[in-house]
DNA sequence: CATGAATGAGGGTTCATTCAT
DNA sequence: TATGAATGAACCCTCATTCAT
């Protein structure tokens, strides 16, 4: 009996997280509008006044999530810095883990919900600027910095590697959420391999060229000090 | 009375393209659900009543939009086989005009629309990959095969060339339809020199080393003043 | 066929006023908020939807009671300038014929209106002054100046006998309709008798006493160049 | 321990006190529907479940306030027969005090409650007769007999100076509750002079005509400089 | 063909009331 | 006794769709 009162408190103090669990799920699923928040409700194992006990209203449940910022459920790129290994190596380790925990993960759905209710809802733009577009970026252009001033990389302009590796992938999560497996033979966008190809690909660009490599090098110092946003 | 028949009938029988556009133009504003029909009736300048006259319901509209395959709205590669000039110059000229077409028009409502509603209308499914990718894939990817049999291009998967070029074109149109103004500044995705740059960089990394040095385009120099924040 | 035509189109232009009216006999029988939209809808015989055709929400409905001024619901004091006979028949007869149609009418009920929903709906308190009050005032303030300037009434404040006449009309029609037949009984306010003897007992207190007249008189004066807001 | 024991219990014993105190208070403000059972109990202190430990339902909080006659918080006429002085002082004195006291308190609001709720609640209609209606029209109609008894009033039915004296003051309470601020220059209603005005204007109509004259209160004479708008 | 009027079905939200602790 | 949590029953309002003219 005590234990089932402390199960039944435990379950009380979760009901927020678990109605944003489901409100995020029937959110992802059927958009914002085609949620009801009965189904919410129901999903998360309460009646449709008990949603209202917890948020104000549909809109606040959406507004909850993208305070939280979709709390963990999109895989975020790893920050450690990890200075050992060659550069190359480190955007490939980097971009396949995140590749792959999105294309797992609900990331597709979480990308289409900002895509379709930004327009309401303008707090999405800045979780998708501040939490998948700018990490990421982030990110891969610090490694690529690191990689023109260790002279493993040409010096070019670290945003078009970005642009190269991470736009891809967020239409590769779109595609794959809404398309699902309605158009399977589309090795375009499903093929996993397909993106560590153009992974590879990319890199190879990225590698001086041998006999150019003098004029390389010195061109990465103006890398370093960044003079615009774009910077590390 | 007789003119004003006429004027009427040629009216009448411009009724279901009207409203068609109408239809197009709200789902691509406000998506299917949101868009009301009596706006989309209002918009065809009709009253709600004659819309139903011509298309059994809301989806109908939807199903007639898909299969006229949103009749030019939306701009297509061109597949004018030019066989003239350098490989490097048909890929630079055909990407140049489809994604600034794309940019300018209504592509990244049509491709939200294709996101959102494809699981309702699996017609879509077939659009996106009929209408949008394939057409795109065929040219980039007889592209490269031209150029790689012309030896102006190195022997790689021509799928990945597509890949590195076509899909950070699709997430641009979506992102400018959908955040619009929200995130001015996000050089990732509206700076229109970045995708020219990204371009001439897998355009680079198509280009056989040692000996097509010299053909790099001229492009390529101007990696070494980069006025711009996102030079190379 | 014609005619059927035409009975309809009669009752849909009729249909706001329909409405109104069903409204109005719901607001005043349950109150505004116990009135339910769809009880209202029935009454004027269409459906819930058809009411929000014509008026925006429930409020709506009452603004525009109140903007119509219950239109001609409640009765209004005859404002026809009766110059002839003694100023007492004058009096009797206006509210006698005030009081008799209010008890008889809605009146009670649109007090009673006013009274709970002044709150919500500050035009009500407009209604309540320009359309009830001050008609009622002007016009029996109008005859005792009247009366004073030929001498048959005492000089008095002509507010006082409005006071002294009017409150009371409208206690007893709240009293009424709120009361009902639940205290039958209650000679202070259902006997029409007590208001006509009521009536008569006010014209005594107004008629000059024989030997004061003299003094009477010559105060009438005052009464004729209004110096304050509530003259005639 | 004790003490808290005590001051518990206390506590406890008061608690249906301070929820009817509560109720009332959210009755009068808000009206009975409109007051949620959350805020009176919040406004008791107590959460809404204790609430219904101690009444059955929201309409069982009405009927014990209708049961306890509201207990105290509406001014009762004194009901202490004090027999000496003149009549006219009698009744000037009850009534100005009745009139006063009401003004001041909640007894508009309580009144408002018994015409809304009066078809809800049968026993608001026993309370109105026998608390508010009855006790008045004994009191005073007991000083008008007493006043013709010793001949300072004219023979008249009692009843109609009850009717002339208290109904005013009725709707006066109700509509300083209704309009509060609404209709500030409302001089029919909210001027305090103009009931002790009507009031000597009754009395005057009381007293008999020839021989009483000199009694007539030292207040009738100031008729004759009226320094303010609503003299006689 | 065209339309003004009408509606049924459904969703969001509130609140008096109950239950488990 | 006291309460935090939960809920069923309504109610307001919307909108795709139909009907009568």
């Excluded at 507004?63 to 910022?69: D, P």
């Excluded at 200075?83 to 480190?90: E, F, I, V």
């Excluded at 158009?183 to 890199?203: G, I, K, T």
Aim: with cysteine; glycine share 6%.
């Amino acid at each position: 009996m005590l234990e089932r009162g402390d199960a039944c408190r435990r379950r009380k103090q979760a009901r927020p997280r678990e109605l944003l669990d489901a409100a995020l799920g029937l959110f992802i699923e059927k958009g914002f509008a085609a949620a009801r928040a009965e189904d919410i409700a129901a999903r998360a194992g309460v009646s449709k006044a008990t949603l209202y006990l917890h948020f104000r209203s549909k809109e606040d449940l959406l507004k909850a999530l993208i305070a939280e910022r979709f709390a963990s459920r999109i895989a975020t790129v790893s920050h450690e810095t990890t200075d050992a290994g060659a550069s190359h190596d480190l955007l490939r380790e980097v971009l396949t883990t995140w590749q792959s925990a999105l294309m797992e993960g609900h990331a597709g759905g979480i990308f289409k919900l900002v895509l379709t209710e930004v327009h309401n809802f303008p707090g999405l733009a800045d979780f998708w600027s501040h939490e998948v577009v700018e990490p990421a970026r982030r990110r891969v252009a610090g490694i690529v910095v690191r990689g023109i001033d260790r002279g493993e990389f040409r010096p070019v302009d670290p945003d078009l590697v970005v642009h190269a590796l991470v736009l891809p992938i967020l239409i590769m999560c779109l595609h794959r959420h809404a398309m699902g497996s309605s158009v399977p033979d589309d090795a375009l966008m499903n093929a996993p391999d397909l993106f560590s190809h153009h992974l590879e690909f990319v890199l190879e660009g990225l590698t001086p060229h041998p006999p150019a490599r003098a004029l390389a090098t010195p061109a990465s110092s103006s890398y370093e000090c960044g003079e615009s946003r774009s910077r590390v």
